[in-house]
């Protein structure tokens, strides 16, 4: 009959709009996407405050099982919402989920909410006109180390905008070691931290050696927990806030370009005490960097 596509905001059970509530309380199925981004709040919670049964919907399950336990369901007179952490449209792998139910003629409604894409500007003074692309930061691995987000990060950056950092989630990842073994396990959760964000920055400038940014100067914002009661912001050098404690996740990251007064201003009230930065520090401008053909999902 339908599908909706409900996004649940940034923060716990209850950001999620007057209208989605409504909405999820009068479906059939419930599925929560689990893979793209977390509340702050389990999925127990969520079942006891909007009164229906919620069914994770990993990775796995959304690519690849879609059509028979969320489409079909909703092209034989069933209402079915999918949940999405932030806003239903921000991510690729959730366009695609509306796409195949426009192509099998299924109306889709779309129930919008607060996104990082929005927050993370808002929050720290910066405005969201001045942002460029945004980029992916996948975990490096002992024989991966993907840097293709770097020329985005240094295109922005000579052009004097900022970019926000999507930090990697790994989530439901299989232990090649156990299917070795005949066995059938997953890896423990895990979500980049504004340290290790900042760590692979840094060595991406000294793998390109392309002058984006400067580690010592170009002022950079992390963020935890956007939308939750711990929120954390601080404001700083690469190299400072690689020693900061950010805590739980989710976290995000941002490298500024050049700074308004009142966005400057307004990042001051963040600011590491005695920071090293220097406002509207500049790139290198003409420049030939490396660029990998990794594929990052933001």
Known sequence: MVLYMVGLGLGDEDDITVKGLKVVKECD???????????????????QVYGKSITIADRSLVENEAED???????????????VVGDPVCATTHADLWLRARQLHIPVHVIHNASI???????????LYNFGHTVSLPFFEENWRPTSFYPKLQYNRRGGMHTLCLLDIKVKEPDFDAMIKGQTRHLPPRFMTVNTAAEQLLEAEE????????????????????????????AGTLNELVKVDFGEPLHSLIVCGDLHDLELEVLKEYLIPDSSFEAN??????VTCNNDTANNEG
Do not use: W
């Open 281 to 286: 520090d500049k790139p290198a401008k003409s």
């Open 29 to 47: 199925l419930v599925f929560l996407e689990a893979y793209t981004s977390i509340l702050g709040v389990n999925k127990e919670r969520l079942e």
């Open 207 to 234: 793998t390109h050696k392309g002058g984006a940014y400067d580690g010592s100067k170009t002022l950079c914002v992390g963020l935890a927990r956007m939308g939750q009661a711990t929120q954390q912001i601080v």
């Open 117 to 127: 894409m929005g927050a993370a500007g808002g929050v720290t003074g910066l405005q």
């Open 69 to 83: 336990l969320i489409l079909t369901p909703a092209l034989h007179q069933k209402k079915v919402a999918f949940l």
